[in-house]
């Protein structure tokens, strides 16, 4: 019943569809065997276990449910005994163990972890640990927590967490991974070792920190059980308060915290005129405060007040309209006054605001990239003003140096340049209109009718028809495998395209004698997908029909060729030199 080298590490009975039986955890399986039985019926590897879980403790039966990696397998047993949870915990804690110290194997390249214990309880109804759909992927705190117990260290670099992510964003790339690291076809490091640019894009990405909105921050107050109104400031409200109110910044900066705490002193913000000025109307019923009033005043009179006009010194004149004004006062042109900011009524009264926006709006911008300008040298520089408008073709053409080529006899250079003409003139004596005539009878006497259409016999035509349309019905491919194949099956097919392909090319990378360990493990898995996992997926398709398989020969067919193309040159390639060791006996005499 059991394979040569097993050995039980636990033992429970429990039920399994209704059926009493015994589950047993060994070193190399998980099975369950029914009572009175000679064999298992529920035979999982350690390495096809991809997570289990548990129900809530206290419930009437005390499951536990086991998923593989197959794509909807998954089986629940139910302990029976009188001390059933206390199985199952021991079941638990054991399996995780496997689950763990696999996943720290594969992420290490193949090194196992130097110890190992037992798992913690975790609360009812939620996964225990998972492998999800493949291996690396991201774990969670409760696994991070179980690692550092084990002497797994406090948790990953950099790289492996950048590691972790992609393989949870992507799933082919989960699924490849999967397939080739946890098939131990190649290492976690030759896996990765050409693809440091997704690990490069993928940190930039996190790295790159956000830009701060330019939205006007509204401020919501949170209403309690008791109906109290609470407003909640962060170090980004803050700033962004500071930002857009100078004169809240300045009586910060003044009053905070030598002379306010902090609390006390959005406190009186939160009741101050200034806060409620624009709110239902209830800035006049507000209590007068020294602090905030006064930065009331300063702030409606930055916004009353017209901007300061910007120095143009740093301008680059290439956009500066202000250096075409005298070109519009000698044309009697004058700006057009309509245009002009408060006017009208109606501009007067938005102006406040929209200046009030785009002062936000420039601290904003000026906090984000700071405050550059170009230095005078650049923004002065004629020289590549000169460059921007002049134009070359305007320019008078200056004549250049060079020597002149003074041909005495023109007809004789051009005749010996066109070749020998003397073959192509008409001989003299001869008529023109005489070769014409003598062209136009060997023309005709050959039969063919330059003034009717030229047909084709129909036995010609139909030979080419059938001739086409054998062609064409060659050259046609039959239906793509995803619209013959089960869905099942065509991910299978797909996954094992990608693998095979992925150690091709590892194969062809691997050619060097300094990589002749690495080009011999090639070879091995090239031989295994060809001889196991080819094989099992033609007889599958060939078990649906002809249409079937041929759809999933036409998808295997690029990858069989590659396979055996590099198993050929393989063979044809010389057999590195092997090392005899001679031994040495000496005789004590």
């Given at each position: 019943m059991w394979e040569t080298g097993e050995t039980i590490t636990l033992q429970a009975p429990a039920l399994f569809r209704k059926k009493t039986g015994?589950?047993?955890?060994?070193?190399?399986?998980?099975?369950?065997?029914?009572?009175?039985?000679?064999?298992?019926?529920?035979s999982i590897k350690h390495d096809d276990i991809k997570s289990l879980f548990v129900n809530a403790a206290g419930s009437e039966k005390v499951i536990l449910k086991i998923v593989e990696i197959k794509p909807d397998t998954n089986h629940n047993f139910i302990f029976s005994s009188e001390s059933a949870s206390e199985d199952r915990e021991k079941f638990k804690a054991g399996i995780t163990s496997i689950l763990s110290?696999?996943?720290?194997?594969?992420?290490?390249?193949?090194?196992?972890?130097?110890?190992?214990?037992?798992?913690?309880?975790?609360?009812?109804?939620?996964?225990v640990i998972s492998d999800t759909s493949a291996p690396g992927t991201p774990k969670t705190q409760a696994q991070a927590k179980l690692g550092a117990r084990r002497g797994l260290g406090t948790?990953?670099?950099?790289?492996?967490?950048t590691r972790l992510a992609l393989l949870?964003?992507?799933?082919?790339?989960?699924?490849?991974?999967?397939?080739?690291?946890?098939?131990?076809?190649?290492?976690e490091e030759e896996f990765w070792e050409n693809r440091k640019h997704l690990i490069e894009n993928k940190s930039a990405m996190d790295h790159q920190q956000k830009g701060q909105s330019s939205a006007w921050l509204d401020l919501k107050p949170e209403t309690g059980e008791s109906n109290d109104?609470?407003?909640?400031?962060?170090?980004?409200?803050?700033?962004?308060?500071?930002?857009?109110?100078?004169?809240?910044?300045?009586?910060?900066?003044?009053?905070?915290?030598?002379?306010?705490?902090?609390?006390?002193?959005?406190?009186?913000?939160?009741?101050?005129?200034?806060?409620?000025?624009?709110?239902?109307?209830?800035?006049?019923?507000?209590?007068?405060?020294?602090?905030?009033?006064k930065a009331l005043e300063e702030d409606e009179e930055e916004t009353k007040s017209a901007p300061k006009?910007?120095?143009?010194?740093?301008?680059?004149?290439?956009?500066?309209?202000?250096?075409?004004?005298?070109d519009h006062l000698e044309s009697y042109t004058s700006p057009e006054s309509t245009m002009a900011a408060g006017r009208t009524k109606e501009s007067k009264e938005a102006m406040p605001l929209i200046r009030r926006f785009n002062?936000?709006?420039?601290?904003?911008?000026?906090?984000?990239?700071?405050?550059?300008?170009?230095?005078?040298?650049?923004?002065?520089?004629?020289?590549?003003?000169?460059?921007?408008?002049?134009?070359?073709?305007?320019?008078?053409q200056q004549e250049s140096l060079r020597i002149v080529l003074d041909i005495q006899d023109t007809r004789r250079y051009f005749e010996s340049q066109g070749g020998d003409v003397r073959s192509s003139k008409i001989q003299e004596g001869q008529d023109p209109s005489t070769i014409l005539l003598q062209f136009y009878n060997e023309f005709?006497?050959?039969?063919?009718?330059?003034?009717?259409?030229?047909?084709?016999?129909?036995?010609?035509?139909?030979?080419?028809?059938?001739?086409?349309?054998?062609?064409?019905?060659?050259?046609?491919?039959?239906?793509?495998?995803?619209?013959?194949?089960?869905?099942?099956?065509?991910?299978?097919?797909?996954?094992?395209?990608?693998?095979?392909?992925?150690?091709?090319?590892?194969?062809?990378?691997?050619?060097?004698?300094?990589?002749?360990?690495?080009?011999?493990?090639?070879?091995?898995?090239?031989?295994?997908?060809?001889?196991?996992?080819?094989?099992?997926?033609?007889?599958?398709?060939?078990?649906?029909?002809?249409?079937?398989?041929n759809a999933m020969k036409m998808m295997l067919k690029p990858m069989q060729n590659g396979i055996q193309k590099a198993l050929k040159h393989a063979e044809s390639r010389p057999k590195p030199p092997v090392k005899k060791v001679v031994q040495l006996a000496t005789t004590i005499a």
């Open positions: 015994t589950i047993y955890l060994m070193n190399r399986r998980l099975a369950w065997v029914p009572q009175s039985g000679l064999a298992p019926t529920v110290l696999r996943q720290q194997r594969a992420l290490n390249g193949g090194a196992t972890p130097s110890s190992s214990g037992a798992a913690p309880s975790y609360g009812g109804g939620s996964p948790g990953p670099s950099q790289e492996l967490k949870k964003q992507n799933k082919e790339l989960a699924g490849l991974h999967r397939d080739l690291v946890m098939g131990k076809h190649v290492s109104v609470k407003y909640v400031m962060t170090p980004q409200v803050i700033h962004s308060v500071c930002q857009q109110y100078p004169s809240i910044k300045r009586a910060y900066d003044a009053y905070v915290p030598d002379k306010l705490s902090e609390a006390e002193f959005w406190k009186r913000y939160f009741q101050s005129r200034f806060f409620h000025r624009s709110r239902s109307g209830r800035g006049a019923n507000e209590p007068d405060d020294d602090i905030f009033d006009r910007i120095k143009l010194d740093h301008i680059n004149k290439l956009v500066d309209l202000s250096t075409t004004e005298e002062r936000y709006a420039q601290r904003v911008l000026n906090s984000t990239v700071g405050l550059k300008k170009p230095s005078k040298g650049d923004a002065l520089d004629m020289n590549g003003v000169e460059r921007a408008i002049v134009l070359e073709d305007l320019q008078e005709t006497s050959q039969g063919v009718e330059l003034n009717k259409p030229f047909s084709i016999p129909d036995t010609t035509f139909d030979t080419l028809m059938k001739n086409v349309k054998a062609n064409r019905a060659k050259m046609s491919p039959p239906k793509d495998g995803s619209q013959v194949l089960p869905a099942q099956l065509y991910q299978e097919a797909l996954s094992c395209h990608s693998a095979g392909n992925e150690i091709l090319r590892h194969f062809w990378a691997s050619t060097g004698l300094d990589k002749a360990v690495k080009h011999q493990r090639m070879i091995e898995s090239l031989k295994k997908i060809r001889d196991e996992n080819v094989k099992s997926l033609l007889i599958q398709a060939s078990s649906l029909g002809t249409e079937s398989l």
